[in-house]
């Protein structure tokens, strides 16, 4: 039987310049979410906060963020995207304790290669949102956890979006996606390779 994708994909018209831009964000299925006691039930579907992207957005869920590694982020570049962003838990709140450090170490690690190789670190960003890790546990302990203040989670989601956005507004195209349609014309493009369930396998 074929695991379900987590992929979500929102088609936002194009700029008014024309440039379709791309943008592949892996998010940590655990971010932002409320408590819920372990089961033996069947995976539900992971609850995400609601981001308005700015630009059209390929949003790929992964159970941890580390679980990404660094082949994951240079594929997406790969594909065609101008800019690829990772948002994980914060602080000490992961699921998998040292995930979201993982994972830190991974993208300062492509940032490098990135960098060496002329596109730029700019091009991959890391964000933070609340883990739920701590709720968890007590919602599968029975206790009530504590309430979380929706507006900081606003603002943080508020500010994934404006950097986003700020950061589009300087970076060019990607030179990869700009190669492989002058190299191969009508070619069918790459940008929906899936790394959904590469990352959940691992």
């Given at each position: 039987?074929?695991?379900?994708?987590?992929?979500?994909?929102?088609?936002?018209?194009?700029?008014?310049?024309?440039?379709?831009?791309?943008?592949?964000?892996?998010?940590?299925?655990?971010?932002?979410?409320?408590?819920?006691?372990?089961?033996?039930?069947?995976?539900?579907?992971?609850?995400?906060?609601?981001?308005?992207?700015?630009?059209?957005?390929?949003?790929?869920?992964?159970?941890?963020?580390?679980?990404?590694?660094?082949?994951?982020?240079?594929?997406?570049?790969?594909?065609?995207?101008?800019?690829v962003a990772v948002?994980?838990?914060?602080?000490?709140?992961?699921?998998?304790?040292?995930?979201?450090?993982r994972c830190s170490?991974?993208?300062?690690?492509?940032?490098?290669?990135?960098?060496?190789?002329?596109?730029?670190?700019?091009?991959?960003?890391?964000?933070?949102?609340?883990?739920?890790?701590?709720?968890?546990?007590?919602?599968?302990?029975?206790?009530?956890?504590?309430?979380?203040?929706?507006?900081?989670?606003?603002?943080?989601?508020?500010?994934?979006?404006?950097?986003?956005?700020?950061?589009?507004?300087?970076?060019?195209?990607?030179?990869?996606?700009?190669?492989?349609?002058?190299?191969?014309?009508?070619?069918?493009?790459?940008?929906?390779?899936?790394?959904?369930?590469?990352?959940?396998?691992?």
């Amino acid at each position: 039987m074929n695991k379900q994708k987590e992929i979500e994909t929102e088609a936002i018209p194009q700029d008014e310049d024309g440039r379709n831009a791309t943008v592949s964000v892996f998010i940590c299925a655990n971010c932002a979410r409320p408590g819920k006691a372990a089961t033996s039930a069947r995976r539900s579907r992971p609850m995400l906060p609601e981001f308005e992207w700015p630009v059209p957005v390929r949003q790929i869920t992964v159970p941890c963020a580390g679980r990404i590694q660094p082949e994951h982020l240079l594929k997406a570049f790969e594909s065609g995207a101008d800019l690829v962003a990772v948002i994980a838990c914060e602080g000490e709140n992961c699921h998998y304790i040292e995930g979201s450090k993982r994972c830190s170490r991974r993208v300062e690690f492509v940032q490098s290669i990135l960098e060496e190789i002329g596109l730029g670190q700019e091009r991959l960003r890391m964000f933070f949102l609340p883990g739920s890790a701590a709720e968890d546990m007590l919602a599968t302990a029975g206790k009530k956890e504590e309430t979380k203040d929706p507006e900081s989670l606003k603002h943080k989601i508020a500010s994934i979006l404006e950097q986003t956005a700020k950061a589009l507004e300087i970076l060019p195209p990607n030179p990869l996606r700009l190669m492989d349609a002058a190299e191969a014309p009508g070619k069918n493009s790459r940008a929906g390779t899936d790394t959904a369930n590469d990352i959940g396998d691992q």
